[in-house]
C-alpha cells in the first residue's frame, strides 16, 4: 500500500513538473504577484473565477505544488511510523524538508522577480525531490526489499549508470539555466548553429545554449553506453527484466527528448512542446536514476542498508562474469 | 532532535519570507517631496520670457511591419471589452502612412544646472479594456504615478526599471489605485502585466520637464524651454533611438522631424 501511494506522489510530482514547466513556459511566473497569498487570499480560497489568462498556470501550480507537499506529508509520516529500515524513514523526511525547501524557493522566485539563480535553483530542486518519490517508490517495492534469486552485481555498470544519472542532472541544470535566463533561442536554428557546425560568434546566452545542445551529445552516448552495458550483461546472464525495461525505455525518452529539444527551437518555443521536453528530461532522469539504484542494489544490501534483507538468507551474487557463466551453466 | 530540524525548517521558512517581502516592496512609500526636491537641483530658474519651444513630427520612413494580432481569449471579461480584432499598440502610423505616434522625445544633453518647480499633479496610468492607458508617455522623478485598474477583472501592474526599484502589484479589484514614485531617472521603464501577456507600457523618467510624446499624427512639442544648444533623442519601443542638435535662441520656436527607418519586413501595416 505504501508503495503504491508512494508511486502516486511520484506519479502528482510529474503532473507538478508539467505545472511548473507550463509556467515559465507561458512567462506566467509573475502572474500572482503576491506569496504566500494569491492577490491577498489565502492560496486556497482564492476564487476560481479570478483564476484567468496566466493566474490559472500559476496558481494551478501553487495548488499542484500545496497538494503534492501534503501528500509527501503524509508519506513522511506513514514511513516514520510503517518502515522497519531507519534510514528510509529519515529519507522520507529529508523528501519532506525537500518539498518544503522546494516551494520556499519557489516563494522567494516571484517575491524577488524571478532571479534565474532561485528560479534554476527551484528547477534543480525539483529533480532531485522527484528522483527522491522515485527512489522512495522503488526502495518500498516488493521486488526491492525481496532478494532475487541472481542479483546483479556489475561494477562497471554502476559506474556508467551513476555517471549517466549525474550527466543528465548537469544537463537538466543546464537547461533550467538556459530557460530562465532567456536563452532558450540563443541559437535560432537547429541542427545547424547560426548555419555553422559551431556557432560563429558568442556571448553569454549562446554560450548556455551551445552548452545545454553539447550535453544533449553527451547524455545521448551516456544513456547508449548504460544500455548497451545493460544489455550485455543480459545476454550473459539473462533474466535482467528489471534493467532491460528501464534501459529500454531510456532509449526511447531519450530520442523523443531530442527531437522535442529540436522542435521547442524550429517552433520558436511553442508552449506544449517546450513544456512536454521539460517533462520528458525529468523522465529520463528518474529512469536513468531507477537502472543506477537497481545497478547498486547489491552493494547496498550488502553494507547492511537494507534492514528488512537482513533477515532474508543472503543468496550468491554474480561478481565476476566468468562464474557466472560457469554458474549459470552448471545450473542449466 | 527532529522537533529541534522542524523549528529550524519553519524559522528559516520565515525568515526567508520576511526577506523577501521586503525585496518585494516598491519605491511607493517614499515622501514625493523629497524626491521632487533632488530633481529640482539647484540651479538657475528658467526665464519664461525668453523661453523657447521645439516643435516637431517623428516619420517613420518606409513600411513598418504589420502588429501583432492580439488573442484575449484567455480572460473572458478582456473578450467582452474588446469585439473587434485586437492588435499590438508597436506601431501607431498615421492615416498618411508616414507619421509615427507613441514615440517619446526628450532632451537627452544640453540643459545644464537649471532648476525646475516640483512636478504638479500626478502622472496617470489606466488599466483599461485589458490594455495600458497610455502605452507611451513620460514624467518626472518624484512626481506620483496614479496606477488605476477600471478593468472588472484582475491586473498586475509589473515595472522592470534598470535604475529603479522593481515592482509588481496585483489589482484584483475593479476600481484599485496605487501609487508610485520613481526616484531616479531613467529612460525607459517598461510596465507589464504578467496576467495577460500583451499588455505592456512605457513611461520616461526625467529629472527636468522637456519631454512629450507624438501623437497618432506624429506631431510632438517641448515648450518652456532655456535658450541653449541641446541634443533631442526620439524612442521608440522597436525602432530605437535617433537624436539630434538643436539651438533654440530666446523666444525661438525650431521644427524638428525625427525619422525612423522601418525595419525589413514582408507585410506592411
Sequence with gaps: ?332 | MLRNAWVGVLGLALAASVVACGGGSSDAGKPAESAAASAAGGGQKVDPTTAGSVKGMVTVDGAVPKNEPIKMNADPVCVKENTSPQFQETYEVGADGKSLGNVFVYVKDGLGNYSYDPPTGEAQIDQKNCRYHPHVFGMRVGQTLTIVNSDPTLHNIHAMPKGNQEFNNGQPIQGMKMTHVFSAKEVMVPFKCDVHGWMNAYVGVLDHPYFATSDKDGKFDISNLPPGTYTLEAWHEKLGTATQSVTIGAKESKDVTFTFKAPAATTTN
Design chain 1, 1 to 332: 500500500m505504501l508503495h503504491r501511494f508512494s508511486k502516486f506522489l511520484a506519479g502528482c510530482t510529474v503532473l507538478l513538473i508539467l505545472a511548473g514547466s507550463l509556467v515559465t513556459s507561458n512567462d506566467a511566473g509573475l502572474s500572482v504577484p503576491d506569496w504566500p497569498t494569491s492577490y491577498g487570499w489565502n492560496m486556497f480560497t482564492f476564487p476560481p473565477s479570478m483564476w484567468v489568462a496566466n493566474i490559472l498556470y500559476e496558481h494551478g501550480h501553487r495548488l499542484i505544488a500545496s497538494s503534492v507537499g501534503f501528500l509527501t506529508i503524509i508519506m513522511a509520516v506513514w514511513l516514520w511510523f510503517a518502515e522497519p529500515r531507519r534510514w528510509l524513514r529519515w529519507f522520507g523526511v529529508a523528501a519532506l524538508g525537500a518539498v518544503i525547501a522546494q516551494g520556499v524557493l519557489g516563494g522567494l522566485t516571484v517575491l524577488f522577480f524571478l532571479p534565474a539563480a532561485i528560479s534554476t535553483a527551484h528547477a534543480g530542486l525539483a529533480e532531485i525531490f522527484f528522483c527522491m518519490t522515485v527512489a522512495i517508490a522503488l526502495f518500498t517495492s516488493p521486488r526491492w526489499t525481496a532478494a532475487p534469486a541472481n542479483p546483479v552485481d556489475d561494477a562497471m555498470l554502476r559506474r556508467v549508470a551513476t555517471a549517466t544519472t549525474a550527466a543528465i542532472y548537469t544537463q537538466i541544470l543546464l537547461g533550467a539555466t538556459m530557460r530562465h535566463t532567456g536563452a532558450g533561442l540563443a541559437i535560432p536554428d537547429f541542427p545547424w548553429m547560426f548555419g555553422h557546425v559551431i556557432p560563429d560568434h558568442w556571448s553569454s546566452a549562446i554560450a548556455i545554449h551551445f552548452s545545454h545542445r553539447m550535453g544533449a551529445l553527451v547524455v545521448t552516448l551516456a544513456v547508449l553506453a548504460t544500455s548497451a552495458r545493460v544489455w550485455y550483461h543480459n545476454h550473459h546472464y539473462g533474466g535482467r527484466g528489471e534493467l532491460t525495461r528501464p534501459a529500454t525505455l531510456i532509449v526511447a525518452l531519450v530520442a523523443t527528448q531530442v527531437t522535442l529539444g529540436a522542435l521547442t527551437v524550429l517552433t520558436q518555443r511553442n508552449v506544449w512542446i517546450n513544456s512536454v521536453h521539460v517533462v520528458v528530461g525529468a523522465l529520463v532522469l528518474a529512469t536513468s536514476l531507477v537502472i543506477s539504484l537497481r545497478a547498486w542494489r547489491v552493494s547496498i544490501a550488502e553494507r547492511g542498508l537494507r534492514t528488512a534483507e537482513s533477515a532474508i538468507p543472503a543468496r550468491p551474487s554474480i561478481r565476476n562474469p566468468q562464474s557466472a557463466i560457469r554458474n549459470s551453466g552448471a545450473r542449466a
